[in-house]
């Protein structure tokens, strides 16, 4: 089945410093999402960003997305220590029904 | 908006008991969908549902899972009879066809 695979399975930096976290995933695409998991909670909605799309912001966040690699990136800059999370993307499958396949997740540690 | 409102939080069963989770999804959201988290298969979408309609099951594991959606602000998912490998934690996420709104999830034991 469709699957973003993201990229390190763990992470763990200072604060201050800039988080970068890699998905890839195996077939075509219309959109493509991020996702955080504190720890014993539900996931929250990060950014969208859609396959006619190759980079997208917001506040701290920038995502790139590249089709001609099936790969996208989700870059936190000066991370804080309440960025400690996990963090997944999700893909749809293009076949005109919405639903997205998440990935493994990445685990972010930032250290005070 | 309280957001997606799941319920309960924790449930612990016995192995062939019945378990019925709940979700209350967003106003005006027309998408609302299951997942189960554990850690050997991570997020796993079992269901969901557009308007109402069951769109894809596809991802229910088998014929002890059942879920139901009898209107647009509630939806239950049933698992009968319950067993071990079922424990994990059952997220509700609604949406508008845009990012998903998750509610906190139930953590089911059966033991």
């Known amino acids: 089945s469709q699957q973003g695979e993201e990229d390190p399975q763990a992470l763990s930096i200072q604060e201050g410093e800039n988080a970068t976290m890699n998905c890839s995933y195996k077939t075509s695409i219309n959109n493509l999402q991020w996702y955080r998991q504190n720890s014993g909670r539900g996931l929250v909605h990060l950014i969208l960003i859609r396959s006619n799309e190759r980079e997208k912001h917001s506040g701290r966040l920038r995502v790139t997305l590249d089709t001609s690699k099936k790969s996208s990136s989700l870059l936190i800059t000066a991370s804080r220590a309440a960025d400690t999370a996990s963090y997944f993307c999700a893909t749809d499958a293009r076949t005109g029904t919405y639903k997205y396949i998440f990935g493994t997740g990445t685990r972010l540690k930032v250290l005070a | 908006d309280a957001g997606v409102i799941q319920s309960p939080r924790h449930e612990v069963t016995e192995m062939g008991q019945e378990v019925t989770l709940r979700c209350k999804p967003i106003s005006g959201h027309d998408y609302l969908f299951w997942y189960r988290q554990t850690m050997m298969r991570g997020l796993e979408l079992l269901i969901y549902?557009?308007?109402?309609?069951?769109?894809?099951d596809s991802g229910m594991p088998e014929d002890r899972f059942s879920a139901k959606m009898p209107n647009a602000s509630f939806s239950t998912l049933k698992i009968q009879p319950s067993e071990p490998r079922d424990s994990a934690v059952y997220f509700c996420?609604?949406?508008?066809?845009?990012?998903?709104?998750f509610g906190s999830g139930t953590r089911l034991t059966v033991v």
């Open positions: 549902f557009n308007n109402n309609v069951p769109i894809d």
């Open positions: 996420a609604s949406s508008r066809g845009d990012g998903y709104t």
